[in-house]
């Protein structure tokens, strides 16, 4: 290794605000923490469910109603059929996404543009 280009490691101690330490190794001599393992709830089993604005209780109710069972709703709007066109055959046509003639365009007549007029040259006296 390069001499003066590496930072000094120590045998550090970690300290938590609920008091629990442990030794580790750090380029700090003495890491200070908020909250550690031994204090959060997740890994310490007391881990409460956040709840936002009684989404938990909500649902807790609506289960607790229908008793674990799915509830089969009416859809929202209703689906009319046109009878004039139920009969009938229809062709859906989708989008054509390339530049190629459709059988419209066979009828029209091809021009590419106005025909640009040549100017005569000027002569040069």
């Known amino acids: 290794m390069k001499p003066n280009v ?32 031994a204090c959060h709830p997740f890994y310490t089993g007391k881990q409460r469910l956040v709840d936002t604005a009684g ?29 004039s066109l139920a009969g009938s055959a229809i062709v859906k046509r989708g989008k054509v996404l390339s530049s190629a003639p459709t059988t419209a365009d066979a009828d029209k007549p091809k021009s590419k543009g106005k025909a ?7 002569e040069k006296a």
Not at 18 to 35: A, D, N, P, Q, W
Not at 55 to 83: H, L, M, Q, W, Y
Not at 116 to 122: L, R, S, T
């Open 6 to 37: 590496h930072p000094n490691y120590y045998v550090s101690n970690v300290r938590c605000a609920c008091g629990s330490s442990f030794v580790t190794r750090s380029t700090l001599k003495e890491i200070k923490l908020e909250i550690c393992s």
């Open 55 to 83: 989404r938990v209780e909500r649902f807790s109710r609506r289960f607790a109603k229908t008793g674990g069972e799915t509830v089969r709703r009416a859809p929202k709007t209703d689906v009319k059929k046109i009878e």
């Open 116 to 122: 640009k007029e040549k100017k005569p040259a000027a």
